[in-house]
């Protein structure tokens, strides 16, 4: 048999040799390009992080961006696939890969792009990362698909069905991400990351070049294995749309989980790989054959995790938080195994292999935008995420078909009764919490067993969830809620306590800050509001304040307060102060200033300037130096990690009078942050001490007075005024081992055990 082309038909023995090296040649280039892949992202992420500030939506965001670079990756390998043989596909895609190299690695923060702005923070982040990473992003982003389509041309046995070779793709980005934070993040700062990162780039080029010349070996004829697949049945629109959605509701739900988890904790390259290594594993365990069974268990598991994450969502006041996490994380990892799964089941064959993986990307890409870009501008709340459990149920096998069977005049008018049922609850302003507690959990236990004993029957399953959620989660707000906006990094919520006695800003389980705004006996507050929450009179805030003013004699002092809250902080400010204040949030800031809501900070220093970014950037722009340094940008559990690095402190030193003093706000539930401040105070021989006051009473939204935790630090000890004496501020110590943050390294793990640690 004669080959098309003659130069390339070698004797069988050469072509059976290199069928030998084929598939863990292909495997291992797969596996490299993956690797790359998925390390690039926490490493930019990570280093963007001083740039942007530490938020949960600058993660969102970058997933959304990488998962279009992704698409626009796997739109050039199947064009390269369809336009060019095998031999030449290589050749352009290796031409390209070499100018990437030379122009745009190693990868760095570019000229011109140290600042954001007060607004559109989504899309400048978008510019951002396509002008640094796009390039060596696009570059291998279509390496996977490209690699199993010419694995296909092949001859060798598995060619047929390359598919399985996507386990080896997402291997290496489950290994790379989980090696970020334990292995990569530890041990190497950015630059040597980036520079390691270059050096991975150019080996997978040297094997992307041994992988075409396997290929041009092994390639007989048109007739043979070059054509395989190419006679398939045509894929449907039907079939592509399936595909899309059963991507898009596991994207937007990894998406919606990691924005919840890095709010409730830190927003830190930890807890954004973590969800996304646990997605692409599931494409490890689905994409492979003998995995028919695993999909079968994980189909019947996913209601159980359902009733479990309604739990957690409407307890989610009394459930642990490591509980509902679990919960959380459990239904995520099931609910996405069960659409990988169904994906690997309607697989075209291989000729339709690289439109197949631009479809999933498609889904990825819309999954990603509902989630992190959409929502916030549609919903007040965090609705995208009861409704993508919902899309979730809506992807179980059989469900598409017993929908058919009900026919869509009668499923209009089931969600024309479910619209009903909102609208009347949202009309009565009665909340499903509002309930009697015995009804309240009567509800919950039918919702429940429907969910249990539905999961056999479809659309008995789907209606209980559609039930729960459309009433639990209707846009009311719920009782003494006062005031809902949502912005670009939260979801802020006035509440007022049940007494009345009290106001509270709230972004889920963190209190941003309160104000009492009446006496006991009712009547109306007038006048300076007295600081409440972490910032009582009897804490160490006032503590703090005090010694620091008692230090420069009593004369006035210049204030710069990193994050404002409710502003109760200006409620220490004393005639002939110059306080200013830092904060990223304009949302924050125009609920401070509305004076329907909270009046400290027009009472107390309504002259106060507020600037609008990120805290660490715009104190670096403020003129002169201060007296008193605040750092109170985070409490209760999430934290900015890039506000507690040596960088940060030399920053907040370079705006910090000579014998000034440094305020640092370390409140956490989940954290140790002590080691983290004293190893930042360290580095640049500060000395200083810490005050833990525990608040006594049932707690801060009944008493509004909570348990707080304050660090001092300063060059010398007499800055410190009587705290430096006081031995109740016991010194800031670094223990043992202890490595201190910085903008190249940061290791929350061990502050979580030693805060895990304490009785």
Request: one cysteine or more; aromatic letters at 8%; charged letters at 15%.
């Amino acid at each position: 048999m004669s080959s098309v082309h003659p130069s390339l038909d070698l004797p069988a023995g050469h072509g059976a040799a290199a069928r030998m090296v084929a598939l863990p040649l292909f495997a291992l280039a797969i596996f490299v390009s993956a690797f790359l892949l998925f390390s690039v992202q926490p490493l930019f992420t990570k280093m963007v992080l001083p740039v942007l500030g530490g938020t949960p939506a600058v993660w969102s965001v970058a997933m959304v961006f990488f998962q279009g670079v992704l698409l626009a990756g796997y739109g050039y390998a199947h064009l390269l696939n369809r336009l060019f043989d095998p031999r030449r596909a290589i050749l352009v895609h290796l031409a390209m890969m070499a100018a990437v190299f030379v122009v745009a690695l190693p990868i760095a923060l570019p000229p011109g792009w140290g600042r954001p702005p007060a607004e559109g923070e989504a899309l400048w982040l978008i510019g951002l990362f396509a002008a640094s990473v796009g390039l060596p992003f696009f570059a291998i982003a279509g390496n996977g698909p490209l690699l199993q389509a010419w694995f296909a041309r092949t001859g060798h046995r598995d060619a047929a069905d390359p598919y399985f070779l996507y386990g080896a793709s997402n291997l290496g980005s489950f290994l790379a991400l989980l090696s970020y934070p334990f292995v990569i993040e530890p041990l190497l700062p950015l630059k040597t990351q980036s520079a390691v990162w270059a050096g991975g780039f150019a080996v997978l080029g040297g094997l992307i070049t041994l992988a075409g010349l396997v290929l041009a070996r092994t390639v007989r004829s048109e007739a043979g294995s070059v054509r395989t697949g190419h006679a398939a049945t045509p894929v449907a629109w039907a079939d592509r749309l399936t595909w899309i959605g059963l991507a898009a509701v596991p994207s937007g739900l990894l998406v919606a989980l990691t924005a919840h988890l890095s709010t409730d904790v830190a927003a830190v390259p930890l807890l954004w790989v973590l969800p996304l290594a646990l997605f692409l594993l599931t494409f490890v365990l689905a994409f492979r054959d003998g995995g028919a069974g695993l999909h079968r268990i994980m189909v019947a598991v996913q209601p159980l995790l359902l009733v479990g994450v309604i739990f957690a969502m409407v307890l989610s006041a009394k459930v642990p938080w490591p509980l509902a996490a679990a919960l959380h994380v459990g239904f995520f990892f099931v609910a996405t195994m069960v659409c990988h799964g169904e994906l690997y089941r309607r697989r075209p064959a291989a000729a339709h292999l690289t439109e197949f993986y631009v479809m999933l990307s498609v889904g990825g890409v819309i999954g990603g935008i509902f989630a992190s870009l959409a929502a916030p501008v549609l919903f007040s709340t965090i609705l995208e995420y009861p409704i993508l459990v919902v899309a979730a149920v809506l992807c179980r096998p059989g469900m598409g078909e017993a929908l058919a069977r009900l026919g869509w005049p009668r499923i209009a008018i089931g969600l024309a009764l479910l619209a009903g049922l909102v609208a009347a609850q949202a009309a009565s302003g009665v909340t499903f919490k509002a309930l009697p507690v015995i009804v309240y959990l009567l509800v919950i236990c039918l919702v429940a067993a429907t969910v249990l004993l539905g999961r056999e029957k479809p659309l008995m399953l789907l209606a209980g969830a559609l039930v729960f959620f459309a009433v639990s989660q209707a846009p009311v707000m719920p009782a003494g809620t006062i005031a809902r906006e949502r912005s670009f990094f939260a979801v802020h919520e006035v509440q007022e306590t049940a007494n009345g006695q009290g106001r509270l800003l709230v972004h889920g389980v963190t209190v941003h800050g309160a104000e009492r705004v009446r006496h006991p006996d009712g009547s109306l507050i007038e006048g300076r509001p007295e600081p409440a929450s972490y910032y009582h009179r009897g804490g160490p805030f006032a503590e703090a304040i005090h010694a620091v003013r008692a230090a420069h004699g009593g004369r006035p002092l210049k204030v710069a307060a990193i994050g404002l809250g409710v502003g109760s902080l200006a409620c220490y400010s004393q005639p002939g102060d110059a306080w200013t204040f830092l904060e990223i949030d304009p949302v924050v800031v125009r609920l401070a200033r509305d004076n329907r809501l909270f009046a400290s900070l027009t009472r107390c220093a309504p002259d106060a300037p507020v600037v609008i970014g990120d805290g660490r950037l715009t104190l670096a722009d403020q003129a002169g130096r201060f007296d008193l340094i605040i750092l109170d940008a985070f409490s209760s559990d999430a934290i900015p990690v890039h506000l507690l690095t040596r960088e940060a402190f030399a920053g907040y030193l370079d705006k910090l009078a000579p014998e000034g003093a440094l305020v640092v706000h370390i409140t956490n539930r989940n954290m140790d942050l002590r080691p983290v401040v004293a190893a930042a105070a360290a580095s640049h021989g500060l000395t200083g001490g810490v005050r833990h006051i525990v608040a006594e009473g049932s707690g801060i939204r009944e008493t509004l007075t909570g348990t707080s935790m304050v660090a001092m630090a300063a060059r010398d000890a007499r800055a410190l005024g009587p705290a430096g004496q006081s031995p109740d501020w016991r010194p800031l110590a670094v223990p043992a081992g202890f490595r201190g943050w910085t903008d190249d390294y940061s290791n929350i793990i061990d502050p979580i055990m030693r805060r895990f640690r304490q009785p």
